[in-house]
């Protein structure tokens, strides 16, 4: 079983930035993606950004395209978002997520592995 830790929300301004980081206990052999969702209250879940490991391609959700960078650290087996420009409409519980097959990339039902998630906030 792979586990997946996040850290780095928190509260912060408009206009503000934040860095999210996903820790992994372990990256298996194969897996296929690892990716950040986020959730607001009352709301489904959102995919927002997610690399694939054997080529680097990375797809955005077009609420975060040109605010977020979704980067992963393959020796530190770690992923990061880093998130830029950020607006009240951003504020969600963060998860990050893994797959192991190919597919919808953005597709929360496709992935395998998740963390717990961690709190953005943003207001003034």
């Known amino acids: 079983q792979v586990q997946l830790v996040e850290s780095g929300g928190g509260s912060v301004q408009p206009g503000g930035s934040l860095r999210l980081s996903c820790a992994a206990s372990?990256?298996?052999?194969?897996?296929?993606?690892i990716a950040w969702f986020r959730q607001a209250p009352g709301k489904e879940r959102e995919g927002v950004a997610c690399i694939v490991r054997h080529d680097g391609y990375i797809t955005y959700a077009d609420s975060v395209k040109g605010r977020f960078t979704i980067s992963l650290d393959n020796a530190a087996n770690t992923v990061y978002l880093q998130m830029d420009s950020l607006n009240p409409d951003d504020t969600a519980v963060y998860y990050c997520?893994?797959?192991?097959?190919?597919?919808?990339?953005?597709?929360?039902?496709?992935?395998?592995?998740w963390g717990q998630g961690t709190q953005v906030t943003v207001s003034s």
């Open positions: 997520a893994m797959r192991e097959y190919s597919g919808m990339l953005l597709r929360a039902k496709e992935f395998q592995h």
């Open positions: 372990r990256f298996p052999q194969g897996y296929y993606g």
